[in-house]
């Protein structure tokens, strides 16, 4: 090796670069025998810690002594009955704010009661002229309540990352790789050949209810919650290595994130719209018609596939740990 | 004539009511699984389509009158399958089987098929004995 090489490679930036990537060093000083000697010890000493852990003592637990270690370990050994008194008392302060909000409440039924009052008979007398819909529920959360159905759409995101986070296996490593293929489950002829008639029924119907969503009662949820179960009868029926050939981890992404990113432009339209009494340049159409209502048929769109892909990312990741 | 037809929807839907009462009765009667199952799959397909034929004789034939027989066909695919799945499992996982129920048609459907269920047992407890030295 030329010198001014193995400067460059003894260079703290070099090295830690390396670290980062990954690569480890291997020094050539230590022998094979040394290295050898050193992975036999630290065979020994797993091979004697488990022996210990088989051969413990099977002695039953006495609770306070348990009690006491967990004080010590936690260093909850002076206050631990302060605290628990403490969570006892906050619950019953939250109970009791709680009931004591419950009797400002309006009586049911009462005339001044916000259900009776002129917010739902504003939105139900002039809700088809200001959304277009048919179908009044829709029309609450994808236009006037645009804004919680948004959070709403996050909640879900959010949801699949954190399982994600906890249950993704990345195939790098034999061990941890998600997919063997002879481990999946025999597939079931008669599962087979039911879904394969089943499956395109389920899909359509996802599809329109999905479409409907203005027209009659249904929308973004309920569709993809549909479709999300047609994925997961295909996946149960053919198993991962089909539906990985239409739908595997790098459709998911784009689906998933496109989908809530489009969403997130046309709420921020909205509101800008909304907000400087500006009007939309999207028509809203003719009442009735499939295509009418101006924004809220793309949404409910976008809410579905959200919802479709949660769905299936739930069932792959918790059966498999990947797509 | 509208009397027929009410007297019509009506003996089917009791019919189906009547089922599905025999089912949970049969659900909480039997002591196993697969008992169980056979009762609660009758309630699923027989009872649910009785009671929806009743429907539809009861609003006549429009829209809704298909919708529902969509559903019942929907249904009486998807029911039984599903229990089929749910008693392939059972089968699969439960060791006490043959203390519950009679096995004989199955080993004679083996026979006729030439599987050596003992031979299966045989391989199965190798592979355990050779996992367990490899550990």
Known sequence: ?323 | MEIFRFILAALLIAGGLFVAIVACKGMFKFRFVLNRMHAAALCDTLSIMLVLMGLVVACGFNLVSLKLFLIIVFLWFASPVSSHLLALLEVTINEHLHEQCDMTEAKRLCKEKQVDLSEVKKDLAEEEKEAANGK
């Open chain 1, 1 to 323: 090796m030329s010198k001014p090489r193995k400067d460059y490679e003894e260079l703290k930036s070099v090295r830690f670069r390396r670290f980062i990537q990954g690569e480890r060093e291997i020094s050539t000083e230590v022998s094979m025998e040394e290295f050898q000697r050193q992975m036999d010890k630290e065979h020994e000493e797993d091979e004697r810690l488990t022996y210990n852990y088989l051969n413990r003592p099977n002695v039953e637990m006495d609770p306070q002594a348990d009690a006491k270690r967990f004080a010590e370990i936690t260093g909850m050994k002076r206050f631990h009955k302060v605290y628990v008194f403490m969570a006892f008392v906050l619950c019953i302060c939250i109970i009791g704010l709680l009931i004591y909000n419950v009797a400002y409440m309006p009586n049911y039924g009462s005339a001044d009661a916000p259900t009776n009052n002129e917010v739902s008979e504003k939105y139900l007398e002039d809700g088809q002229a200001d959304t277009g819909v048919v179908n009044m529920v829709t029309g609450m959360i994808l236009q006037y309540r645009a804004f919680d159905t948004f959070g709403e759409t996050h909640v879900l995101f959010i949801a699949t990352c954190a399982v994600m986070i906890l249950l993704f296996l990345k195939g790098k490593d034999e061990e941890n790789a998600p997919h063997d293929p002879e481990l999946d489950p025999e597939p079931d002829m008669i599962l087979q050949t039911v879904a394969r008639f089943l499956v395109p029924l389920v899909m359509i119907f996802g599809i329109y209810i999905l479409l409907n969503g203005h027209l009659s009662p249904g929308g973004g949820f309920s569709g993809g919650a549909v479709m999300g179960a047609g994925l997961i009868l295909y996946n149960a029926a053919f198993g991962f290595t089909k539906t990985g050939r239409f739908f595997n981890e790098k459709v998911y992404d784009i689906l998933k994130v496109g989908s809530l990113a489009l969403y997130a432009m046309i709420i921020t339209y909205c509101l800008f719209t909304g907000a400087n009494d500006i009007a939309s340049i999207v028509p809203l159409g003719k009442v009735g018609a499939i295509l009418s209502s101006g924004l809220i048929l793309p949404i409910n769109i976008l809410v579905g596939v959200e919802v479709a892909c949660t769905m299936y990312a739930f069932y792959a990741l918790f059966r498999k740990g990947g797509f």
